[in-house]
């Protein structure tokens, strides 16, 4: 992890129904903004794909481990840290993140195979 979010920012990025990612490329360049459900937990950014997979942005993000976030009122670089093997209570705050925020919509990004594709996102 290489920063925090301030207070103001996870706000912004906690009330976003959702969060636009564009991974960076090897040479600095973004790949095209893909929409994705975002919670906050424990002062933590994170997102999930209802499934593992090495193409597309999830692909694209575990293995650069940067990108370029933006919601409403904030757009900011962030460093991606694949916490899919995190421990149980990471999984289960991130779980109920998505419950509290997405509710019964969230079944599918809280099943065993979605929690093995969190991500944290960092600012930095």
Known sequence: MTGRWSAEELRRVA???ELEI??????GSLRRWVP????????QAYV???HRRDTGWFGHAV???????RVPGLES???V?????ASPQVTAEVDAAYRGKYGGGADSMVTAAAAATTLRLSPG
């Open 15 to 17: 009330e976003a129904g």
């Open 22 to 27: 564009a991974v960076r490329r090897s040479d």
């Open 36 to 43: 994705v459900w975002v919670v906050c937990a424990g002062e």
């Open 48 to 50: 999930r794909s209802w």
């Open 63 to 69: 293995r650069d481990r940067r990108a370029r976030v």
């Open 77 to 79: 670089d962030v460093t």
């Open 81 to 85: 840290e694949d916490v899919g093997d």
